[in-house]
């Protein structure tokens, strides 16, 4: 088995924690978005699966488990 160097895996990793935090702290915000009323949440939680989906895609299946 190979030992790959993962450059920005760490940043994915930080970010992907930040935004999951941010978002389970900003649950209970409201927003009109347009004519809808919904949670902050909804927002960030778009970014998070966009960046576990770049994990996935990026560093395989493992190493997204592992940051997941």
Same mark, same amino acid.
């Given at each position: 088995?190979?030992?790959? &160097? ?10 992907? +924690?930040?935004?999951?935090? +941010? ?7 409201? +927003? &009109?978005?347009?004519?809808?009323? *919904?949670? *902050? ?5 778009? +970014? ?9 895609? *990026?560093?395989?299946? &493992?190493? &997204?488990?592992? *940051?997941?």
């Amino acid at each position: 088995m190979q030992n790959r &160097a993962y450059k920005y895996l760490g940043l994915f990793t930080i970010l992907y +924690i930040v935004f999951q935090l +941010i978002s389970d702290v900003t649950a209970t915000k409201l +927003i &009109a978005l347009g004519p809808f009323i *919904v949670s *902050v949440t909804v927002l960030y939680f778009l +970014i998070t699966y966009i960046i576990s989906d770049v994990l996935t895609e *990026v560093y395989g299946y &493992a190493q &997204a488990r592992k *940051v997941v």
